[in-house]
């Protein structure tokens, strides 16, 4: 796969990405993919480029670069040594809602300006933390995102004013959101009160809990799960399919 790598200037610095696409001359619709906790790595570009192999520009972007120099972790040992898991969370938690939104805007920009992108409406999915920046930016970007893609994401219903579901009214993608079982950070409840806030929206969407456990679509996390990585790729397939013009 053809592989481009960049920098995005944001309104908090410059943003290593890189942009995967099919081979030929396209143009192709453009997606965002958002990493997980573990940052971006080989696993994520793996990732990026098998969607590309569908049929799409995606975007992978560095979602620590407020951190210049920022040291990669080892998904396989991160949360069983206490100093790792602590920079970790401290990681995340440094990546605020309002941080997403900004930082998508710069993206979508970047998309709609490469001659390999087509169409001004994109696609974003994620995972774990990148999850919840999914539905984020869909609620912020309402009128540049055609569709968004959840998974295994935490803290999409939370009692903050800032919840992912309370922007619900503002999504104009169509959403699909699949969750892992007994994942304490969304819960059958937060996945219910996400799927009628959806409804009560009129918003295209599906939300369900995959039977595997958190991080299950991402093949350097413990918890991976083949069987729900292949169907999470066939429904990203179809989300994006239906949701984005050629």
């Known amino acids: 796969m053809p592989t481009i790598t960049d920098t995005i200037t944001t309104a908090d610095g410059d943003c290593p990405i890189t942009l995967h696409t099919p081979e030929g001359a396209g143009p192709w619709p453009g997606v965002v993919m958002y990493v997980d906790a573990g940052g971006v790595r080989d696993t994520f570009r793996d990732m990026a480029a098998t969607l590309a192999d569908y049929g799409y520009a995606v975007l992978l972007p560095d979602v620590y670069y407020r951190h210049p120099g920022w040291a990669p972790f080892d998904m396989a040992t991160v949360f069983s040594d206490a100093k790792e898991r602590g920079r970790l969370f401290s990681m995340i938690g440094k990546v605020t809602p309002a941080m997403m939104s900004s930082d998508a805007g710069a993206f979508f920009d970047y998309l709609a300006g490469r001659p390999e992108v087509s169409g001004d409406r ?8 990148g999850g919840r920046t999914s539905v984020v930016v869909a609620g912020a970007h309402g009128d540049r995102v055609a569709a968004a893609a959840s998974f295994h994401g935490g803290g999409l219903v939370t009692d903050a004013p800032d919840s992912p579901h309370l922007r619900a009214a503002q999504i104009r993608a169509a959403v699909y959101v699949a969750g892992a079982k007994d994942d304490a950070s969304f819960t059958a409840a937060q996945a219910q009160t996400l799927d009628e806030a959806l409804t009560a929206a009129g918003v295209e969407h599906t ?3 995959y039977p595997a456990g958190h991080g299950f679509a991402v093949p350097d996390n413990a918890p991976y799960d083949a069987d729900a990585a292949a169907r999470h790729w066939a429904a990203m397939r179809e989300l ?3 949701a984005l013009a050629g």
């Open 122 to 129: 994109f696609g974003v999915c994620g995972y774990c933390m």
């Open 207 to 209: 939300v369900e809990i």
């Open 240 to 242: 994006f399919g239906g």
